[in-house]
């Protein structure tokens, strides 16, 4: 039963405050066997819905999740996979039956599945930026992408322009600016600087996201990581290495916040 029919029915007097409690609270989780406990009201609390990580889980288990959670038509909004193999994918088509009922969206770089029915989607009037500092860091910056985009916001992105030839860098700055972007997502590995050193020209909150992007040293994104959080350029914030769903997430919250602030600006 969904949040909406549950309100209806204590609104209608079919059910007491108390079996509503109840039906809310159970509302709230769908159990998946021993394997997963979905949160289905996340959207509601934090305004995006809960995501399946795909790596790291069985074939067997991740399938499990992906049916138990479609299986209930109220249910059928929206499920993201992430971290999702193309092999895995492929073998996966085969086994959700129906899958075609869905307007089903893989991307092969950023690794992410969108299921979803059609559903009312939230446009924000304002836009996030993405930088990818080399080619080797878009599957990542994909990653936030689209799941900036699920969120409802436009993205203006540009890819390829690490420090390595900074004058490529200043073009694309002046174009997000001009473009009035509230929020820059940036992916590095390697040494991970372009993320200070986007944050030393723009004066807005930058996310920078180390990749495991590098070899040696920098190998597995440890080095991007301490340099940026090692950062001086103020007004940057780190997500974890490869975690490109963190930063849109967290580029979604602030848009949501200028949103609101707006729309109240707007009623007085």
Do not use: W
């Amino acid at each position: 039963m969904s949040l909406k029919d549950i309100l209806k029915k204590l609104m209608d007097g079919e059910i007491s405050v108390d079996e509503a409690e109840k039906l809310l609270k159970i509302n709230n989780i769908k159990q998946i066997e021993e394997i997963a406990n979905f949160d289905l009201s996340r959207k509601y609390r934090s305004g995006f819905p809960e995501a399946v990580l795909a790596k790291g889980k069985t074939y067997s288990d991740l399938l499990l999740i992906i049916l138990s959670y479609l299986e209930d038509e109220d249910d059928k909004n929206k499920l993201i996979v992430t971290k999702l193999e193309n092999d895995v994918y492929k073998r996966m088509v085969g086994d959700v039956p129906n899958i075609e009922d869905f307007n089903s969206y893989y991307n092969e770089k950023g690794k992410v599945l969108i299921l979803k029915k059609e559903e009312k989607k939230e446009n924000f009037r304002y836009k996030i930026g993405l930088i990818s500092a080399g080619t080797s860091d878009i599957p990542i910056a994909e990653e936030a992408r689209i799941i900036s985009q699920e969120g409802g916001c436009e993205v203006i992105k540009y890819y390829d322009i690490g420090i390595a030839g900074i004058h490529r860098l200043f073009p694309k700055i002046r174009k997000i600016i001009e473009e009035d972007v509230k929020v820059l997502i940036v992916c590095a590995g390697m040494e991970g600087a372009l993320a200070s050193i986007v944050a030393g020209l723009v004066d807005i909150p930058v996310i920078g996201v180390p990749t495991s992007v590098g070899y040696g040293i920098g190998a597995n994104g440890e080095a991007a990581a301490y340099s940026m959080l090692q950062s001086c350029a103020p007004g940057l914030s780190v997500v974890n290495i490869d975690n490109g769903f963190g930063a849109a997430i967290f580029a979604l919250t602030i848009v949501r916040l200028l949103e609101n602030n707006r729309s109240n600006k707007l009623k007085i």
